[in-house]
């Protein structure tokens, strides 16, 4: 019989009963359940509601199961993970283990659940993500030097370095880290005492549950409390922000690991090979990385869709919010961890990076800002030296081999320094203020971010 089945006459239907189930996945709950109920039991105890003796057998109770769901028993046999967590208590104490749900809902103890959940997986991730942060730091570290052609609209646009192209991306990681962090703060207040949806007739101590779970405050309004999955939705919404910057990052990698780009080896160990074509090489899991970011992305989108039409206070679509964040989660950490441990085994043909760089005219806006300097307009050193690549691309010689009359027919501004300027290594260094590619900037910020 449910323990919900007072009022009821006959028993549920078996196919509304498995529909209905959600410890299929909420059982990975079940060491926040116990820890919350833990945390509710000894408040009960402390405020005299139930007596010191009850809770402290419940305590006892609780922290036997929470040992066995450690050590891997089997969960099944109930609704969900709180009734399962309450009959395992009941038959190892007796009928004491009924008083631990005095005072409070399922409604707001799923609530607390999740948000115990969330919390640990956060901090979980935030690690993950300083990981590969690490990973990009000193892979960057050694490659300051190393020069790369940087793209605007897939186009070569100007020359800067592997070192200044990496850290992009860690400052990327590094904003995930923050948002991360500000979400947490949203999942860091307490929700048990918001009972079904009214808040509860008993004089618990919400503050005092709040402070032996580590929460920095408790709800204000019950009704918003058990219907609130506003953190969980940041919660996936930051994940897919992760998820889209590791798609960008192994959208390079692919790219540059084919044979028309030639710029990095990939690792035997992060390969697979074709069950056809003995010669193929395939970047298999960037190739997985950038898939998985859809099912994160529909992850956020259902979370979504489920609360937009849902009145005060809790309805059972609530259900629904349990599969979509441990997916974000689980999903979020195997990339991350898969990414970090590939990264370093990346191979970059820095010859073919250099040749790169010093095609397609790659110096050509230095070359405009050498005649802005010495007092043309912009727009009119825009078109003399848009005539000067003409003229270079006719010749098929790259800007600083032209001869000097070249550069004269173009402006008589052009002086004999100019071919020095138009150097691939002065272009980059040339880049010396605060967020460009110039080597020295580069290791400056990269010193401050492998400091965070």
Same mark, same amino acid.
């Given at each position: 019989?449910k323990k919900?089945?007072?009022?009821?006459d006959?028993?549920l239907?078996?196919?509304?009963d498995?529909?209905?189930?959600?410890?299929?996945?909420?059982?990975?709950l079940?060491p926040y359940?116990?820890?919350?109920?833990?945390? *509710?039991?000894?408040?009960?105890?402390?405020?005299?509601?139930?007596?010191?003796?009850?809770?402290?057998?419940?305590v006892?109770?609780?922290?036997?199961?929470?040992?066995?769901?450690n050590?891997g028993?089997?969960? #099944?046999g109930e609704?969900d993970?709180?009734?399962?967590? #309450? #009959?395992?208590l009941?038959?190892l104490i007796g =009928?004491?283990?009924?008083?631990? *749900?005095?005072?409070?809902?399922?409604n707001?103890? +799923?609530a607390?659940?999740?948000r115990?959940?969330?919390?640990?997986?956060i901090?979980?991730i935030?690690?993950?993500?300083?990981?590969?942060?690490s990973?990009?730091?000193?892979?960057?570290?050694s490659?300051?030097?190393?020069?790369?052609?940087?793209y605007?609209h897939?186009q070569k646009a100007?020359?800067?370095?592997?070192?200044h192209?990496?850290?992009?991306?860690?400052e990327m990681f590094l904003r995930?880290?923050?948002?991360?962090?500000?979400c947490r703060?949203?999942?860091?207040i307490?929700?048990?005492?918001?009972?079904?949806?009214c808040g509860t007739g008993?004089a618990?101590?919400?503050h005092?549950?709040?402070?032996?779970l580590?929460?920095?405050?408790?709800?204000?309004?019950s009704?918003?409390t058990v219907?609130?999955?506003d953190f969980?939705? #940041?919660?996936a919404?930051a994940?897919?922000?992760i998820?889209? *910057?590791?798609?960008?990052?192994?959208?390079?990698?692919?790219?540059w690991?084919?044979?028309?780009?030639?710029y990095?080896?990939l690792d035997?160990?992060?390969?697979t090979g074709?069950?056809m074509?003995?010669? &193929?090489?395939?970047p298999?899991?960037?190739e997985?990385?950038?898939g998985?970011?859809?099912?994160?992305?529909?992850?956020t989108?259902?979370?979504l869709?489920?609360?937009k039409g849902?009145?005060?206070?809790?309805?059972?679509d609530?259900?629904e919010?349990?599969?979509?964040?441990? =997916?974000c989660? =689980?999903t979020?950490?195997?990339s991350?961890a898969i990414?970090?441990?590939?990264?370093p085994?990346?191979k970059?043909n820095?010859?073919?990076l250099?040749k790169?760089?010093?095609?397609g005219?790659?110096?050509?806006?230095d070359?405009?800002?050498?005649l802005?300097?010495?007092?043309?307009?912009f727009?009119?050193?825009?078109?003399a030296?848009?005539s000067l690549?003409?003229?270079?691309?006719? &010749?098929?010689k790259?800007?600083?081999?032209?001869?000097?009359t070249?550069f004269?027919a173009?402006?008589k501004?052009?002086?004999a320094?100019?071919?020095?300027?138009?150097?691939?290594?002065?272009?980059v260094?040339?880049?010396?203020l605060?967020?460009?590619?110039s080597?020295? +900037?580069v290791?400056?910020?990269?010193?401050e971010i492998?400091?965070?």
């Amino acid at each position: 019989m449910k323990k919900w089945a007072g009022v009821f006459d006959g028993s549920l239907d078996k196919l509304a009963d498995e529909f209905n189930s959600s410890l299929s996945f909420d059982k990975r709950l079940a060491p926040y359940d116990i820890q919350g109920s833990i945390a *509710h039991a000894t408040m009960l105890g402390e405020c005299g509601i139930i007596s010191k003796a009850d809770a402290d057998a419940i305590v006892a109770g609780l922290n036997k199961i929470l040992t066995e769901v450690n050590s891997g028993i089997a969960i #099944e046999g109930e609704e969900d993970i709180h009734m399962w967590v #309450e #009959e395992c208590l009941t038959k190892l104490i007796g =009928d004491t283990g009924k008083k631990l *749900h005095t005072g409070r809902s399922r409604n707001d103890q +799923v609530a607390l659940d999740v948000r115990l959940y969330l919390r640990k997986t956060i901090d979980d991730i935030i690690g993950e993500l300083a990981l590969l942060i690490s990973t990009i730091a000193d892979i960057a570290e050694s490659n300051l030097g190393t020069i790369i052609p940087a793209y605007t609209h897939m186009q070569k646009a100007q020359p800067t370095t592997l070192a200044h192209h990496m850290l992009a991306y860690a400052e990327m990681f590094l904003r995930d880290i923050d948002r991360l962090k500000d979400c947490r703060k949203r999942v860091n207040i307490m929700p048990l005492g918001a009972g079904a949806c009214c808040g509860t007739g008993f004089a618990i101590n919400r503050h005092r549950v709040a402070e032996l779970l580590g929460f920095d405050g408790v709800t204000q309004n019950s009704l918003d409390t058990v219907s609130d999955r506003d953190f969980g939705v #940041e919660f996936a919404s930051a994940c897919s922000l992760i998820m889209m *910057h590791l798609s960008r990052y192994n959208e390079e990698i692919i790219y540059w690991s084919t044979g028309e780009f030639g710029y990095i080896t990939l690792d035997d160990k992060f390969s697979t090979g074709s069950s056809m074509m003995p010669q &193929k090489k395939n970047p298999d899991m960037s190739e997985l990385i950038r898939g998985k970011t859809g099912r994160v992305f529909g992850a956020t989108v259902s979370l979504l869709t489920m609360l937009k039409g849902l009145p005060l206070a809790y309805n059972k679509d609530m259900q629904e919010d349990k599969e979509a964040i441990f =997916d974000c989660a =689980d999903t979020v950490s195997k990339s991350l961890a898969i990414f970090t441990a590939m990264l370093p085994s990346l191979k970059y043909n820095k010859e073919r990076l250099y040749k790169a760089a010093a095609e397609g005219y790659t110096n050509a806006t230095d070359c405009a800002d050498y005649l802005v300097k010495k007092g043309l307009p912009f727009r009119e050193a825009h078109h003399a030296v848009g005539s000067l690549v003409k003229k270079a691309m006719q &010749k098929k010689k790259p800007l600083d081999k032209l001869p000097l009359t070249d550069f004269k027919a173009a402006s008589k501004l052009f002086e004999a320094d100019i071919l020095e300027v138009l150097k691939i290594e002065n272009v980059v260094k040339a880049r010396s203020l605060v967020g460009g590619c110039s080597p020295d +900037v580069v290791r400056k910020r990269l010193q401050e971010i492998k400091a965070l």
